[in-house]
């Protein structure tokens, strides 16, 4: 066994140790030197200031911990930015359906040769007229970050456009003047992000420095410590390198615009400077590179959305999945099969204007709408916050009443009749003509004229009331009748229509969803004459004895009261200047009436009916207006009275005044019984309420008016029955060897002199095999209809009807003859272009995607290119992969009438359609079969409307409307589109605009129908209008229409 000193070191045991600890802490500082040298440092996990605190985080919405601005020096080299996880765009245009996790993020690592004159300037992306404040709009941008409006360069970071609606996406090389730690801050209206990379690599950049996430954040030019994110951690930075950086910025339409990024060393008492040209430079040069050249473009973590998945319910219901979206993947029953199994009937409908003289862009007003079933959630619901125009009622209706004339309030034990009627009568205006216009509104202000009552008004009036007794008189005296004013102290009388109304109010109509106003009796009763007014400034209404005013509506309001029957004069005008009117609403502070005391012989728990003393001539000559009740305004209203001579005195008194003495007069009659309080809410008032279908009040007339909402709905008891007639004569023919499994869309043309065309496609099982899908027209033909002698065209005669097999002589479905729509048939997508290079990109990157996706091959793209100057167009065409493709050159200015009409003129095959398509659009999965479903030869022309995205809005969170005026998407058959004679390329040779209705004009007159339907996830981009075909800018830089 050899010898160990084992004696020796349990002696010098200390001293090994401490070897072993000098050892270890220089190995640690050997790796800390090498990794600093590589722009890394050890993480130290928690950071302690001088005086041993602790230094808290700042923690961003996401969790993200970014880095403080106090941070010390001791920790300065061993701090780095954790991974922050950025905004990201829609997830719908990041993942596909069916995919369950994000794609890799496509980052650039390899740098592009670099330059010494590359020094002094550094590259500048600009993306227009893209809405929002917050660097998460930015990266939502369609073409963010490799096609951007704009590319140029700038000279220092700090730039300041002097515009509006815009992103900016700077990007170069930052050289550090000196070894040592550098702080960074950026400053910016509205928000930015500085990303900095440890080394010359896009792929490093980290987020070290933002003003603001949301975009109502913002500075001032140079204020750099508005925000603790505004200042990054301290960063080891050497002069002998180069560091990529990315600055993002995004401003909205206010404020004053700019974005800067100040550095300093980290030294006590040192300010921020902006960092000019001697520090930057160029990542590569762009000054010879075309728009759809985008391989150089770095793609860094600023730019990409990293892996978040989608999390948030869809705002639109039209995002949810539906069956119609995939339904053209399931196989179709040969329509071989079908032919036998309705009778053969000629199709003729009544509302096609073959022949008919048509004056200029009137075609409108000739094109019928579609119903479906089930819902397709196309109407825009999540947009009517804006804009209510589905329903009926008019937005200054909608806007003082709401919707209050769909409910009926519960009354409360021992409430009146007279309180229902009162509330019935306030929202009976079921008639557009019983609103005021803004004329007469103006008419009312000016002067104030009665209005006599019909003969049937003067059948059911009011009973007179009872006039006041005189504060002297005993409780038990009989008022006397209130005396009727001569006819010279009232204006001539006329009819108005603003007050058309209050004649038929006396009658007993019907509320909706409430029940019929019993007749009262006629005995006793004078016809009243009705006078209306608005209350004006200056001119209030003093309070006298019987209490401040009552609202208009009780028993709908806060606080209700019943409203007495009061005779109303009319108040002369006052001497002075008209001024503002004002208008109250439902929810105004209506104070109601103090109850009068009950004289004897009223019946107890009832207010006793006021009367009206009799007016004369001193009150007609009185300056004091009294404003009296008007459901048209819901203005202040008081009960009309004759002031005394120390009621004008108290009239001039200040409204403090006036209001303390009705609180006194409240106070002193204390809390009505059975009554709320003033400053009471009935919590536990409810309502009756019906349902309300407000589909079956819409037409199918062409709404231009209204762009939010979506395809009428077809009721499903009808949907049903044709289905189910159907089914029966199918499983009659074929055995019962089809079961149905579920509807997935029917769509009705509706002609009520002949009959109703029906589109079904219905999901079926075949015994013994798969499922199948089934889409075909059928017609419910009316009993004793018959199309004429001939066919449309005199080809084909009507086959004689068939003996009626239904007894009740109900319609009959059959089958319409040359109404049958083909599956196989070739698509020709027909597109002008010109300098629109990233949308050309993305049109061709959608339709491959849109070919990948369907598998369907009989489709072609066809360009007509007006000279671009921004990309090779020809040469994307070859790269995209697309089944077929076809490339036109054309000189001059650009022209949509002529590049359309030179791309159908290269369409060899007559039988193919041809669809008129825009540049920026996205196209819906089941777009091919759509538009081969709803063209037909000879018959049917397909135009469908598209949603037009508003400034800042993607397709997965649609915000805008349907382009309902909009024809320009239009699919035909050739041989249709040259019978028609094609576009008008004489009278549209300068211009676009109006050529679609043109051509809708000449389909129209050509016995076709136009099949009108709004498409799910059917957009038209939100896009820049400057620059567009080819206009350039005063700058020389590259500048591409949008």
Same mark, same amino acid.
């Given at each position: ?156 970071? =700090? ?142 973590? =600023? ?294 005391? =009950? ?117 499903? =008891? ?325």
């Amino acid at each position: 066994m050899p010898w160990f000193p084992v004696k020796k070191i349990r002696k010098q045991i200390k001293l090994l140790l401490l070897l072993v600890l000098v050892t270890c802490a220089a190995w640690l500082t050997y790796v800390h030197l090498s990794l600093v040298r590589q722009g890394r440092a050890l993480r130290q996990r928690l950071g302690y200031g001088r005086d041993g605190e602790k230094l808290s985080g700042v923690t961003e919405g996401r969790g993200v911990r970014a880095a403080l601005s106090t941070q010390r020096a001791e920790d300065s080299s061993e701090s780095r930015e954790e991974e922050q996880v950025p905004e990201g765009r829609d997830p719908n245009m990041l993942f596909p359906v069916g995919v369950g996790k994000p794609p890799p993020l496509n980052l650039t690592h390899q740098v592009p040769p670099w330059w010494e004159e590359y020094k002094g300037q550094v590259n500048l992306h600009v993306f227009e007229d893209w809405c929002g404040g917050a660097v998460g709009h930015l990266r939502r941008n369609l073409h963010f970050p490799l096609f951007p409006h704009t590319r140029t360069t700038v000279k220092k970071l =700090a730039v300041s456009p002097k515009w509006k609606n815009y992103g900016l996406r700077i990007f170069g090389f930052i050289h550090p003047a000196r070894d040592g730690d550098v702080q960074f801050s950026v400053a910016s209206d509205d928000n930015s992000e500085f990303w900095l990379s440890p080394n010359e690599s896009p792929a490093g950049a980290q987020l070290v420095a933002f003003v603001g996430k949301t975009g109502s954040e913002w500075t001032a030019p140079g204020e750099f410590t508005k925000f603790s994110s505004q200042v990054s951690k301290p960063k080891r930075l050497m002069a002998s390198r180069r560091y990529y950086f990315e600055l993002l910025h995004k401003q909205d339409d206010r404020g004053s615009d700019h974005v800067e990024v100040g550095w300093r060393a980290f030294l006590p008492g040192l300010k921020f400077e902006v960092i000019g040209s001697a520090h930057i430079s160029l990542y590569t040069d762009e000054s010879s590179l075309k728009m759809d050249h985008v391989a150089h473009v770095p793609q860094s973590p =600023a730019s990409h959305v990293g892996g978040r998945l989608p999390q948030e319910e869809p705002r639109a219901d039209m995002l949810r999945p539906d069956p119609r979206d995939t339904f053209f993947l399931t196989p179709r029953v040969e329509p071989s099969s079908l032919e036998n199994v309705l009778e053969p009937c000629a199709y003729a409908p009544t509302y096609v204007v073959k022949d008919f003289p048509i004056a200029r862009y009137q075609g409108l007003q000739f094109v019928y709408l579609s119903f479906v079933y089930p819902n397709d959630h196309t109407r825009l619901t999540h947009m009517e916050t804006e804009n209510k125009c589905f329903y009926r009622e008019s937005p200054l209706y909608l806007e003082r009443f709401g919707f209050y004339k769909y409910m009926k309030m519960d009354r409360e034990e021992g409430e009146e009749d007279e309180e229902e009627e009162v509330q019935r009568r306030a929202f009976l205006f079921l008639n557009p003509d019983d609103f005021l216009d803004d004329e007469e509104e103006g008419e009312l202000l000016d002067s104030l004229e009665p209005t006599e009552a019909s003969p049937l008004q003067s059948r059911r009036h009011l009973p007179l009331p009872a006039a006041p007794t005189a504060p002297g008189a005993a409780p038990g005296a009989t008022p006397a009748p209130p005396v009727p004013p001569s006819p010279g102290d009232l204006p001539t009388t006329r009819r108005s229509r603003a007050l058309s109304w209050a004649a038929r109010a006396a009658r007993p109509l019907p509320l909706f969803l409430g029940r019929a106003l019993r007749p009262r009796a006629a005995a006793q009763q004078q016809p009243p004459k009705v006078y209306v007014t608005r209350v004006r400034p200056g001119l209030r209404a003093p309070l006298g004895p019987r209490g401040p005013p009552w609202p208009p509506f009780p028993g709908v309001f806060l606080r209700p009261r019943p409203l007495p029957r009061v005779q109303l004069r009319a108040p002369p005008r006052p001497p002075r200047s008209r001024g503002r009117r004002t208008g109250g609403s439902p929810g105004a502070e209506l104070r109601p009436p103090a109850r009068a005391q =009950a004289t004897q012989g009223s019946l107890e728990g009832q207010p006793r009916l006021l009367g009206l003393p009799a007016p004369t001539a001193a009150a007609n000559l009185s300056s004091e207006a009294q404003p009296v009740t008007s459901f048209l305004s819901l203005s202040q209203v008081s009960r009309a009275q004759l002031p005394a001579a120390g009621d004008e005195e108290e009239a001039d008194d200040d409204d403090d005044g006036a209001r303390g003495e009705d609180e006194d007069s409240e106070e002193a009659a204390g809390a009505p019984r059975g009554r709320w309080r003033e400053d009471a809410i009935d919590w536990q008032r409810t309502f009756s309420v019906g349902a309300v279908d407000f589909e079956q009040l819409r037409s199918d007339w062409n709404d231009l008016r209204c762009n939010v909402s979506g395809n009428l709905q077809l009721p499903e =008891a009808e949907a049903v029955d044709v289905v189910a007639q159907y089914m029966e004569r199918l499983n009659a023919r074929h055995g019962g060897r089809y079961a149905l499994l579920r509807i997935v869309n029917v769509e009705k043309r509706r002609d009520s002199a002949r009959g109703s065309r029906f589109l079904l496609e219905l999901e079926l099982q075949e015994r013994g095999g798969g499922r199948l899908r089934l889409s075909e027209y059928v017609f419910l033909r009316l009993p004793g209809a018959h199309a004429g002698g001939a066919d449309a065209d005199g080809e084909s005669p009507e086959p004689a009807p068939a003996a009626p097999t239904r007894p009740d002589g109900r319609p009959e479905l059959c089958r319409p003859l040359r109404l049958a729509w083909r599956q196989d048939v070739m698509v020709h997508f027909i597109v002008p272009v010109k300098n629109q290079a990233r949308w050309v990109a993305q049109f061709l990157a959608d339709m491959a995607a849109l070919h990948a996706r369907t598998g369907d091959s009989h489709f072609s793209i066809t360009l007509v290119d007006f000279e671009s100057e921004d990309m090779d167009v020809e040469q994307a065409l070859r790269s995209a992969r697309l089944p077929r493709y076809q490339y036109l050159r054309r000189t001059g200015n650009f022209e949509r009438s002529a590049g359309l009409q030179a791309g159908v003129d290269a369409v060899e095959d007559a039988s193919s359609i041809v669809f008129l398509c825009d540049l920026h659009i996205h196209f819906p999965p089941n777009i091919l079969d759509g538009i081969r479903k709803h063209c037909v030869e000879g018959k049917l022309a397909f135009a469908p409307v598209v949603m037009r995205l508003g400034c800042g809005s993607s397709p997965g969170d649609p915000h805008g409307y349907w382009e309902v005026n909009g024809f320009g998407l239009f699919g035909i058959y050739k041989s249709d589109f040259d019978r028609v004679g094609g576009m008008n390329t004489e009278e549209f040779r300068d211009q676009w605009g109006g050529e679609d209705w043109e051509l809708l004009d000449r389909v129209l007159q050509a016995g076709l129908e136009v099949e009108r339907l709004r498409v799910r996830n059917f957009y038209h981009h939100y896009h820049s209008k400057r620059g567009m075909w080819g206009a350039r800018g005063r700058k020389g830089s590259r500048t591409e229409g949008s």
